[in-house]
Each structure stands twice: as structure tokens, then as C-alpha cells.
């Protein structure tokens, strides 16, 4: 098992970053949230998973180890794949993903793309006694705190994938209507969502 990856990061794209390790480019899939905090060019971290299929081997990276751990704890679930589990973090923090099953919170849930009522149902039996309890402080705001921080998640992003500041103030300012649908909704604005739409608007513009 690759447990982390660490190195210099040669590459970002909306899903991905690539980090040189001893000379090879090790594609790492990421979340946006993920994403935000690297740089090209500056030394990176990234707790990994490596999820090992017939015709593939995909590496996940994470920005810490309590990440990780929920990202292969989620896919103990019956229907959860990586890419859903991965999601699934995109959307939301352990945290918020511990505090969720904790109270049998389905709206949390289906927050995430792929997720409907009654999957969300089967997700809070099954992993009611797999990811344990909230380990921050004050739980309930951490929900609050992803969606109150989307618009600069976005930026950071957008800016760690080589655009300029001007055109990240463009880019969030397109999307905000689709954000704030979202939350008038009662949802949570989705940042991996957010970033697709922000990057075809500068695609767009240019």
C-alpha cells in the first residue's frame, strides 16, 4: 500500500494533481477541497489510498490521514465505490460525515451527487457503527463552516490550478446564482460541481 506521497507538485487539473516522487509524476486524485491548498512548483503531503481494479490502478490522495481513513471506511458500505466515496468528501468533512450518520441526518446526505433518499437511508444503518463519532469541537457548526467557506474554496482552487486573481473573482461571481439555489434549498453548494461550472465560464471567456 502507498500510504502518502510527497513532493514537489508538478501539475493540477480540476481532479487531479500530479506530485514527482524520485522522478516520476504520481497522478493523485483529489477533491477540490483537496486541491485548494497546493501550489505548482511547492512541496506537498498527501495521505494516499490506492484502489486496485482489473483494468486500473487509481491512487486517491487526501489532505490528512483522518480523511483517508473515512474515504476506505465509506466503501465498507454496500454501493460505495471510490468515486462516491470521494464525493462524498468533496461535499462534506469527516467531521460532518461522522455528525451525519451519528443523528441519522439524510439531508446531509444527499447533499452529495449520487445520493438519494433512500440511498442515504441504507448508508446511515450500514455505517452507523463503522465511522465513529465527531472528534472536532462543536460539531454541528462544521456543516456550517463548509458552506459558509464555498465561494473560497473555489477561489483557492481555481488560483492553485494557475488562474489569475482577477479571473477567479469572475469565475466565482458566475457560479454564486448556482450556489446560492443550492442553499436557498436547504442544500449544500457542491465545490467539486462549482469548480466544473466556473472553469467552462473562463473557458467561455476566453
Known amino acids: 500500500m502507498i500510504a502518502f506521497v510527497s513532493g514537489p507538485v508538478a501539475a493540477l487539473a480540476p481532479d487531479t494533481a500530479v506530485v514527482e516522487v524520485g522522478g516520476i509524476g504520481m497522478a493523485v486524485q483529489c477533491t477540490p477541497g483537496t486541491l485548494s491548498g497546493l501550489r505548482i512548483g511547492q512541496q506537498a503531503k498527501?495521505?494516499?489510498?490506492?484502489?486496485?481494479?482489473?483494468?486500473?490502478?487509481?491512487?486517491?490522495?487526501?489532505?490528512?490521514?483522518?480523511?483517508?481513513?473515512?474515504?476506505?471506511?465509506?466503501?465498507?458500505?454496500?454501493?460505495?465505490?471510490?468515486?462516491?466515496?470521494?464525493?462524498?468528501?468533496?461535499?462534506h468533512s469527516p467531521d460532518t460525515l461522522r455528525l451525519a450518520v451519528a443523528n441519522g441526518d439524510e439531508k446531509t446526505l444527499t447533499a452529495v451527487p449520487g445520493i438519494g433518499k433512500k440511498g442515504a437511508q441504507k448508508l446511515l444503518l450500514e455505517l452507523k457503527d463503522r465511522l465513529g463519532a465527531p472528534v472536532g469541537t462543536g460539531g454541528a457548526g462544521v456543516g456550517s463552516a463548509v458552506t459558509a467557506g464555498w465561494g473560497d474554496q473555489l477561489h483557492a482552487a481555481l488560483i492553485g490550478l494557475g488562474y489569475a486573481t482577477r479571473e477567479a473573482d469572475e469565475a466565482v461571481s458566475a457560479v454564486a446564482p448556482q450556489a446560492e439555489a443550492a442553499l436557498a434549498e436547504g442544500g449544500t453548494p457542491q465545490v467539486s460541481q462549482l469548480l466544473k461550472a466556473a472553469l467552462q465560464s473562463l473557458n467561455r471567456a476566453r
Open 46 to 91: 498527501l495521505a494516499t489510498s490506492l484502489v486496485v481494479r482489473e483494468d486500473s490502478l487509481t491512487l486517491y490522495g487526501f489532505a490528512d490521514d483522518d480523511e483517508r481513513q473515512t474515504f476506505e471506511l465509506l466503501q465498507t458500505a454496500s454501493g460505495v465505490g471510490p468515486r462516491l466515496a470521494q464525493a462524498m468528501l468533496a461535499v
